[in-house]
C-alpha cells in the first residue's frame, strides 16, 4: 500500500511518495519514485497499485518518453501528454484488459503520477500528470494523490498547500501532509522520498532521508505544543496569564525546532535557500544582533 502526492506551484512541482513496501505481514522500505536525466529532459514516476505493474508502466512511459525527445524540437505539454497516454492505453490492453473479467480486488492495476521537466535551447517548462485507468491528464494548478491514503492525504493538500506558496514552502508542507498520512492510514509507512522540479532554479532532484526525518520529528513536538494551546484557547478556565504562558512556551519550542532543524551545516537550510525566492530562512540570531534588537 502507498501514498504518493504531487503539487504544482508557481516556481515548480513536488512529488513524494511514502516507502513502506507490505507483502503479507512483511513490511520493508524500498524507494518508490523511478527518477532519469538527460539533455535537458528530466522524468520522475510514482504509483500506487501492484508493484511490477508500476515498475514495467513507469519503464515503458519513461523510456518512450526519451526515445522521442530531442533538444532541438519544439515539443509542447500536449505532446508529452500523447506520448504518456498511448503508453497508458498500450499498457492496459496488454496487462489489465486480459483480467476483465476477475473481482474488481483481484484484476492488477495501477494509478501514477508523473513529473516531466523539459530545460534547453527551444523549451522551457515541467508537467504533473496523473494516469488512472486508461486516462491521463495534466494537472495545472493544485496536486492529487494515489494510493490507500489518499482521501486523508487530498482534505490535507486543500488545507495547507496552494499553488502560489513558494516552492519552500510547499516542500515543508507537502512534508507535513505525508507526516500526517503515514501516522493514521494503516498500510502507509516508511520514510518520505521527495523530489522537487523546478526549471526557473535549475532543480530537479531529492531531499535527503535523514534530512526529512529531522523534520517530521519536529513536526511531532510542535503538534504537541500547538495541541495544548488549542485546548487551552477553548478552555474558559484557563486565565490570560496562563494563555500568555503556553504562548510564550510555544515560542521557545519554535526556538528550538528551529536550532534543530537550521542549525550549523544544515543540508536542509542549504536546499531550502536554492528554492527561497525573496526571503531568508530563518536562523537563530546571533550575539550581536540579539544585542542589538535590545538597544
Known sequence: MTIAAGYVCLEGIVLC????????????????????????????????????????????IQHALFWEYSPCVMRMPDD????IQKEISSSFERYIAPYSGFPRDDRPGCDLLIVVSVKNEVN???????????????IEYGGDCVGSGLILAKSLLERFCNSFMDLDELVLAI???????????????GNTDLVI??????LFGNIASPDIESLERQFETCEDTVNLLLT???????????????????????????????????RLLETLKRMATNRPIPTKPSVSQTSKGQQ
Request: net charge negative; aromatic share 8%; proline share 1%.
Open 17 to 60: 511518495a511514502d516507502t513502506q513496501e507490505t507483502t503479507g505481514y512483511t513490511k520493508n522500505n524500498t524507494e518508490k519514485i523511478r527518477q532519469m536525466c538527460d539533455q535537458g529532459l528530466c522524468v520522475a514516476i510514482t504509483g500506487a497499485g501492484d508493484t511490477e505493474l508500476i515498475e514495467t508502466v513507469g519503464e515503458r
Open 175 to 189: 512534508c507535513y501532509v505525508m507526516f500526517q498520512t503515514k501516522k493514521w492510514v494503516d498500510g502507509c509507512g
Open 124 to 138: 522551457n517548462y515541467e508537467c504533473l500528470f496523473k494516469a488512472s485507468g486508461t486516462t491521463v491528464r495534466q
Open 197 to 202: 522540479s523546478s526549471y526557473k532554479r535549475d
Open 80 to 83: 508529452v501528454r500523447d506520448i
Open 232 to 266: 487551552d484557547l477553548v478552555n474558559p478556565n484557563r486565565s490570560d496569564e496562563w494563555i500568555e504562558w503556553r504562548i510564550s512556551h510555544a515560542r521557545k519550542d519554535r526556538e528550538r525546532v528551529v536550532e534543530a532543524l537550521y542549525g550549523e551545516g544544515s
